[in-house]
């Protein structure tokens, strides 16, 4: 997506406001009633990091890794739920201590009750694979995210337009560091408390209400986020 910045359009690989996803790791034992938190895990942190398009793939994946341990190693293995950026895609492992049962891609018969969640995870990853140590192996597959750098932003026109924004708004502090470099999303997120309530003063300077426009913004954000599927 294209982002305003001084001088015309740059693209979204120049991101001013760089999302920062640390690696995400938690040991469980496999058992079914973990995989209901290990979904809503996934979805928090997807969520924070700014990727709300990935979660119920990624949930999906979650669901029939440990599935297959539970399958196929047996309830209560130890096991290690793993969640990083890689490049620009998701990837999600999920560790267990069995070297020998490996996971298969089976194609399942149409009313077949079991098989199929290799086969869902094939269909919904962009690849995945299994990655034999010595003591344990590791089944991964990665999400694509669309986005332009590791630490880049989804959102389209509107979020691109307003990092241009909060860019300048945050150059405003560039006591505490270099003209130009990159911003945190801390300091982002200050900015846009300023660059909003900026809006707000200008708003009653001109004789409008600021909450009616408060309301109405929000109004909007909601149904674009709910059209977008959010």
Known sequence: MPALCEGGWSSMSDCRCGVLRKEWELPFLAEPEEVAALRRIVRLHLTQWGLPEVVEAAQLCVSELVANVITHVGPHTPTTFRLTMKDTCVRIEVSDPDTRALPTLLAAETNAESG???????????????????????????????????????????????????????????????????????VAEEAAIDVIADLLHWLRAHGCDPDEALDRAQEHFEVEVEEAGC
């Open 116 to 186: 199929r969640g290799m086969a869902l995870l094939d269909a919904v990853a962009d690849r995945w694979g299994v990655i034999l140590r010595s003591d344990s192996k590791v089944t991964w597959c990665e999400l694509a995210t669309g986005l332009g750098s590791s630490t880049g932003h989804t959102g389209g026109l509107r979020v691109d337009r307003a990092e241009a924004l909060l860019g300048r708004y945050g150059e405003r502090g560039a006591s505490r560091r270099e003209v130009g470099s990159s911003l945190t999303v801390a």
